[in-house]
């Protein structure tokens, strides 16, 4: 969380986010018009970009140097890209690709997903264990979850009654959360067992669509933004693995009791004594836009950073021991120059994919397999050159420098 792409109708552009006062832009190409995918490994030089020009191919570029890595075609509309040190996940309507991030190779097409008109995907930024989750049923809120290194689905977990809205692993992988369409419940569950951890209000006067799902780096809140003004950040933890030993006192002994009671009630009855409120709040001042949020820490403190699609990035102060009200500090134009491009809806939403035509992806160009693009540690688009599996899976990928790939800490 400490850079920001976004794809406009001239071009995309990509900044930097360190420091409160001050947005540095790292990148800006108007070579492809109305980009609607623009998605960076970390903060090094790979950059994937897909255009409303051409909606069925991925192009993955080496920024600095200006040099294309390969394009992909596939044959139906690409609804999101996911991708890690070692995977890059593009999905369809009613497929999802796998590819190996270090040649681009395809690994595994899963083919006959259930017809996911947002591509709705979420992938582990841990490589250690690239898992990828999906919707596994249209009508209810079943999540597939994959694992991506060894290519096999490890569970299915059912986790809400309703079709999935939103997924979103934690930094480690460990975690996953899930919103429904009716968005008034979020679920956090174990990976890969897929117990059930924790259960979020998010509110009951009315259903809401959320659109942005996200961790902290250390796991320790959960941000949930929405169509509506109000975001909600909520605190992952369990008072009774912390607590100290209560006194024998009569309200310390009917809290116990209440405990254990618990797991002799119906499900549902049970659930609701375990969920939580909101831990911290930000009301909007706009609503109805789609947003992104984001929990990071920038200049020591911990951040709230919530973009949206007219172009703008607001940043707030998040107390991490009181919650409340967060505050406002800073709020910046993403447009340059205070320009505004006209907010289409064509703009932020892909458009409506075709049906699904072929069973595997195809090149546009069909190189061979000795002559595959591949990007090395010296960050260009090296013909048949190839990252080692060591080198790759264990320590940073140098695209450019060092300093511009920070390890993933595990």
């Not at 249209?138 to 809205?165: F, R």
């Not at 320009?339 to 160009?365: G, H, I």
Request: hydrophobic fraction near 35%.
């Amino acid at each position: 969380c400490s850079s920001l792409a976004i794809g406009t109708t001239t071009g995309y552009r990509l900044f930097s986010l360190s420091s409160v006062e001050q947005l540095d832009q790292v990148h800006e190409s108007n070579e492809i018009p109305d980009v609607y995918i623009v998605e960076r490994l970390f903060s090094s030089s790979l950059v994937v970009v897909v255009s409303h020009a051409k909606p069925q191919q991925m192009n993955v570029y080496h920024f600095k140097k200006g040099t294309e890595i390969c394009n992909y075609s596939y044959s139906s509309n690409i609804l999101s890209i996911r991708l890690n040190r070692q995977r890059l996940v593009v999905c369809l309507e009613e497929s999802i690709y796998i590819h190996n991030i270090k040649d681009m190779k395809l690994l595994k097409t899963i083919l006959d997903t259930p017809p996911n008109t947002t591509g709705l995907c979420a992938l582990s930024i841990n490589h250690a264990n690239s898992y990828l989750a999906y919707p596994g049923s249209a009508t209810s809120g079943e999540i597939v979850l994959y694992d991506g290194n060894t290519l096999k689905t490890s569970c299915t977990i059912p986790a809400h009654d309703g079709p999935l809205a939103a997924l979103t692993f934690n930094s480690t992988g460990s975690k996953l959360a899930s919103a429904s369409e009716k968005g008034t419940v979020i679920r956090v569950f174990s990976i890969p067992g897929g117990q059930k951890l924790y259960e979020f209000r998010r509110g009951m006067k009315r259903y809401v669509n959320i659109s942005s799902l996200v961790f902290s780096m250390d796991s320790q809140f959960l941000c949930a933004s929405s169509n509506t003004e109000t975001v909600h950040i909520f605190k992952l933890e369990h008072l009774t693995d912390s607590r100290p030993e209560e006194p024998p006192t009569w309200s310390g002994y009917m809290g116990k009791m209440f405990q254990a009671a618990t797991n002799y009630l119906p499900a549902q009855v049970s659930g609701m004594m375990n969920q939580d409120r909101a831990f911290a709040t930000v009301r909007l001042n706009i609503s109805g836009q789609r947003n992104i949020c984001a929990l990071s820490t920038i200049q020591k403190l911990p951040r709230l950073l919530v973009t949206t699609s007219d172009g703008h990035l607001y940043i707030y102060n998040l107390d991490p021991q009181d919650g409340g009200e967060c505050v406002l500090i800073k709020k910046h134009s993403l447009l340059g120059s205070g320009k505004m491009e006209e907010n289409k809806e064509n703009d932020v939403q892909p458009p409506l994919p075709q049906s699904y035509a072929a069973t595997v992806a195809r090149q546009s160009t069909v190189p061979s397999t000795s002559t595959m693009p591949g990007y090395s540690e010296d960050g260009g688009a090296l013909r048949g050159e190839v990252i080692p599996e060591h080198e790759f899976a264990t320590g940073p990928v140098c695209l450019d420098d060092e300093n511009e790939f920070p390890p993933v800490s595990i």
